[in-house]
């Protein structure tokens, strides 16, 4: 089987115990490796292209983009994930399809499941916000700056569609199945959170990363449904998008703050712990 068929098709727990360790790792990572390569490159591609537009088009579209420069890298962005996706997607339809959820999806789970997102999204972000973590590091407010500069709509559909379907489906769809497989889901729980926060890059939104990629995994393990990792991801970044874009709860003092983050945190847990024993039933 060549490098491309063993990279996209979805080995047995079986199979994979008689492999090397270097041989695992490959099999999780190079779905990931071959996604950022071929986002970045689509990303220059599009840049490029964007550039000979203006070239053409002159000066008048050359001031409207640059007017409009972080809502620009945030469609080109999302293209470019797009296009990643897409050289991936049999890997990912391969891990996705196969799996047949043993829980009875309600309306009512995927309500708590949006409370849950929201309370903890918001909740860790102000906490962040008013224990200095997001002021600590240049790099994040310059992502920052970029990500919230973006136009209102076009963000709720960047932040709240393809982000969350992207990024899912490489995070939980590929890398989070293949952990479970390879060792266990302790350890793919832990080990895939961790991969995620490391994919943004900077140290803020790793912290952030890694709590909401071991906490999106667990919903993932418990819903046994891909939609569900999908909707918690959407709910927490169009929460955190629109309160950010709006300068929600600024007013608030520091000590009303941290209270209020602290009450959304612990309502978060209650609705875990809830849904946990939902699940169990």
């Known amino acids: 089987m060549s490098i491309w068929k063993s990279m996209i098709h979805r080995f047995s727990r079986e199979e994979i115990s008689t492999w090397t360790s270097l041989k695992k790792t ?74 047949r959820s043993t829980v009875v999806e309600t309306a ?7 409370v849950f997102a929201f309370l903890v999204a918001v909740g860790v972000n102000i906490l962040f916000y008013q224990l200095g973590i997001t002021g600590s590091s240049e790099s994040f407010g310059k992502v920052q700056e970029a990500q919230f500069g973006v136009q209102l709509v076009t963000g709720l559909f960047l932040f709240g569609v393809i982000s969350p379907i992207v990024e899912e489906a490489v995070f939980r769809g590929i890398i989070y199945n293949r952990l479970k497989r390879s060792f266990s889901v302790p350890v793919a729980l832990v080990i895939s959170a961790l991969l995620f926060g490391f994919y943004h890059g900077n140290a803020v939104q790793a912290v952030y990363g890694t709590i909401l990629g071991f906490l999106i995994a667990y919903i993932y393990e418990m819903f046994r449904s891909f939609g569900a990792p999908v909707v918690f991801h959407s709910v927490a970044n169009i929460s955190v998008f629109v309160m950010t874009y709006y300068k929600g709860l600024n007013h608030l003092s520091k000590p009303a703050a941290i209270g209020l983050a602290a009450l959304m945190l612990a309502g978060a847990a209650g609705i875990l712990v809830y849904l946990k024993k939902s699940f169990e039933k």
Request: glycine letters at 8%.
């Open 108 to 114: 009512g789970a995927y309500t708590f499941l949006c």
């Open 26 to 99: 490959a099999y999780i990572l190079l779905p990931l490796l071959i996604y950022l390569v071929a986002h970045d490159l689509a990303e220059i591609l599009l840049w490029a292209g964007l550039e000979g537009v203006m070239s053409t088009f002159g000066e008048d579209l050359s001031a409207f983009l640059t007017a409009h420069a972080y809502t620009v890298q945030g469609v080109v962005n999302g293209l470019a994930m797009l296009l990643g996706l897409l050289v991936i997607a049999k890997a990912v339809k391969a891990e996705v399809s196969f799996e």
